[in-house]
C-alpha cells in the first residue's frame, strides 16, 4: 500500500524545550485516522508542523514520498476554529474560493469551472444556500463546515484537519464524519485531531495515539486497548472510567 505521509524523527520545540520529539510514522493512502492524547501532547503542533507553520527542530515531511513544499496542493487543512479571524469581512463563497487559488495562482481570476467546483463543495456541507452569507454571521458549526468546503475545493489527496468537531452540534457532527467516510471511500487519506474517547473507535480506521511521542500507530483494533490508552493518559484514564470500561469489554468480547 502506498504512503501518503511520512514523518521522520519530527521535532518541535518553543522556547528551546521540545513539545514534540521524535515522531516517526507512516500513514497509509486512504486511512481514516484519528490523532489521540491528552491536552498538551502535541497533537496540534505535529499538525502544524507538517503543514510547515511551524518550525521543526529535527526531522522531516514527506508528502506522497515527496516534501511538503512540492506536494502543498496535494494537501488540505482545516484549522481551529480559535485559529481563525471571523471578523474578516469576507462571505461564505469567498472563503471556499480561497481553496481553488492554490491551482490558480493569486494572479488569474476563478473560471466558471472553479465556482461549479465552490458550489459544489459548498452543497455537500449542506451550506450552499448560505453562500452570500458574512462568514462572522454564521454559527460555530456552520462556520466549521465552511472551512470543510474550502478543504473539498481544494480537491486534495489528503486532508489534515485539526478538531473539525470541536464546539458543533450533533447534527453537523454527523455530516462531517459521514463527508469523512466518503472522502475516503473515494481513495483519499484523512487525518484528524480528535478528543472525544467515546467515538474513535467508531470514527476512524486508524489511530495515532500520541504524548509529546509516539505511542502507538495502526489499525483502531490493533492501537485503542486499555494498555495502549492507558500508556498515552496515563493515571488520567481513570478519570474516563466509562470509556476504559467499554474499551476492556470488546477486549474481551462481553
Not at 459544489?120 to 462572522?136: C, H, T, Y
Request: hydrophobic letters at 40%; a neutral charge; glycine letters at 8%.
Amino acid at each position: 500500500m502506498s504512503t501518503a505521509l511520512e514523518l521522520h524523527d519530527l521535532t518541535v520545540s518553543y522556547a528551546r524545550k521540545p513539545v514534540l520529539y521524535g515522531v516517526d510514522v507512516q500513514v497509509p493512502q486512504g486511512a481514516l485516522v484519528g490523532i489521540i492524547g491528552p491536552n498538551g501532547a502535541g497533537k496540534s503542533t505535529m499538525i502544524r508542523a507538517i503543514m510547515g507553520l511551524l518550525p521543526t527542530s529535527s526531522g522531516w515531511v514527506k508528502v506522497f514520498g515527496e516534501p511538503f513544499e512540492k506536494a502543498r496542493q496535494r494537501v488540505g487543512y482545516v484549522p481551529q476554529r480559535e485559529q481563525v479571524d471571523w471578523d474578516f469581512p469576507v462571505n461564505v463563497m469567498d472563503v471556499v474560493m480561497m481553496g481553488r487559488y492554490g491551482r490558480l495562482g493569486w494572479l488569474k481570476r476563478p473560471s466558471k469551472e472553479d465556482r461549479r467546483i465552490a458550489e459544489e463543495s459548498l452543497d455537500k456541507v449542506g451550506m450552499l444556500p448560505f453562500r452570500n452569507r458574512q462568514i462572522a454571521n454564521l454559527s460555530g458549526g456552520q462556520q466549521q463546515r465552511v472551512f470543510l468546503a474550502r478543504a473539498l475545493a481544494q480537491q486534495s489527496d489528503l486532508y489534515l484537519m485539526d478538531e473539525p468537531f470541536a464546539g458543533v452540534d450533533a447534527t453537523t457532527e454527523r455530516a462531517i464524519i459521514a463527508l469523512l467516510r466518503d472522502l475516503k471511500e473515494q481513495g483519499k487519506t484523512i487525518i484528524v485531531v480528535h478528543h472525544d474517547l467515546t467515538t474513535a473507535r467508531e470514527y476512524f480506521d486508524h489511530i495515532l495515539l500520541l504524548n509529546m511521542r509516539l505511542v502507538a500507530f495502526g489499525k483502531t483494533e490493533d492501537t485503542f486497548t486499555v494498555d495502549l490508552l492507558q500508556k498515552t493518559y496515563g493515571g488520567r484514564l481513570t478519570i474516563l472510567s466509562d470509556v476504559a470500561r467499554q474499551v476492556s469489554q470488546s477486549e474481551t468480547g462481553q
